[in-house]
């Protein structure tokens, strides 16, 4: 029988996701102690309240309020308490105190991360986080090993799986965004406040973490662009379905050059879009997560599977514990985070992508016309135009002028010159609404 050198592990948390790290440890200890080459002791958890009910048996005697000291002797820290504090706290003590670290905290990465990696890097010790973007599929070791020989054009990601899954209703069974979060939240995929996911702000922590892994470059959470899904109407997703579009609550991580300035950068951004249902992401239905990269020699690629649940989670939890433990055992330094390109990071302005744009019109003759200059004249070019002539006026048999719709579909723009664009046709007195504005993606 070989003799395993035993490593000390400590779990912070024991709720959805660290009750199944428990779970899993205890249950498959002897595998993963082969794959690691070293013992695995599970030597304590720490939790809040240790009488509160778990989702998978934890023996009591491992339970325990008094997380510094549980940190203190440990080799590998797994952080699955969540939130800024005290998760931040905790895992600056166990770096310093020499020992790697395991989380699956995006908020606290996107928010504190160069002071962490920072920590890591001062004592020569690893922060492990791959369960921390869309939790069960392999992303961050892809980015950061497997292509890292490789240079990176472009991330799409479906990185919120609350939001998928809303949208998808919406767009399969014809849901309200109000009563598609109702059954998100009565399947438990929402949470009781579900603003973290409909806003947006999980996914741009996701973008940030992406964008600072993809590009080496760190982007801070604040200059990430955040719009969410609140604002998107059932009337725009049977539009995009009947134009052949679904609309996804996408992250973007991207290399472009400012067209104004010539600036080469980064962009990261969060929004809903359309999406050609031919596209790869347009499959990704319910709450799955998907990430698709565009890199430079490697192609198109995308990752897709699970990207929330304790136990999914808890698969990348524990993959990092055997990275982190067969880092142990061969020694040396933990390999710090690569942000020495360090590029601009541009803002939306400096985006560029297509629109489609749904307005009310009056119809009557040289209001196409009028239209498509307001467009050239603010630089935004036309690529098609659909005209749907309003029943009701039609009939009306004259009175108020004849209403008309029409589906504006641009080509790729910048935010600054579609701005403008669409403040103008909201002032031009042949406009009677501007109902849509959406970017098209993935095309
Ligand atoms: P839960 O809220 O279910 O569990 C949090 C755990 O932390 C609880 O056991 C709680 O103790 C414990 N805890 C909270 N505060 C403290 C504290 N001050 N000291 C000690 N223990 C504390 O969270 P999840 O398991 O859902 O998430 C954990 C992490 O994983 C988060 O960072 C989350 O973003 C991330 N994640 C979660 C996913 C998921 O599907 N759930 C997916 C991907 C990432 P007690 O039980 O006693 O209250
Ligand atoms: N609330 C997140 C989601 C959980 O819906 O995807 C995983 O980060």
Known sequence: MIEYRNLRVA??????????????????????????????????VAVRDIDAPRTAEIPQHLLTTDAESLILGADIVIEL?????????????????????????????????????????QVGAQLYYEAAVAAAIPIIRPLRDSLAGDRIKRIMGIVNGTTNFILDR??????????????????????????????????????AILASLAFHTTVPIDRVHREGITAVTIEQVDAARKAGYVVKLLAIAERLTDRETGIDGVSARVYPALVPRSHPLAAVHGAKNAVFIEAEAAGDLMFYGAGAGGIETASAVLGDLVSAARRHVIGGPGVAESTDANLTILPISSVTTRYQ???????????????????????????TVEQTVAEQAESSGGGSAPGATLVIGTHAASEADLSATVQALGDSPVVTSVTSVLRVEGS
């Open 11 to 44: 779990l912070l948390g024991a709720g959805s996701v660290g009750a199944q790290v428990v779970s899993l440890l205890l249950q498959h200890g002897d595998e993963l102690a082969q794959r690691s080459g070293a013992g695995l002791e599970l030597v304590g």
């Open 170 to 207: 919406m767009d399969t069974a014809g849901d309200t965004l109000e009563s598609a979060l109702a059954v998100a939240t009565d399947l438990g995929y929402a949470e009781a406040d579900p603003t973290a996911d409909i806003e947006g702000f999980d996914a741009a922590q996701k973008a």
């Open 81 to 121: 308490i969540g939130g800024l504090e005290p998760a931040r706290q905790y895992i600056l003590q166990a770096l310093n105190s020499g020992a790697d670290v395991i989380t699956a905290n995006k908020a606290l990465l996107a928010t504190h991360g160069p002071e962490l990696f920072d920590a890591a890097e």
């Open 357 to 383: 744009i749904s307005l009310g019109v009056v119809d009557q003759p040289g209001v196409l016309a009028s239209i498509a200059t307001l467009f050239s004249e603010h630089n935004v070019s036309i690529e």
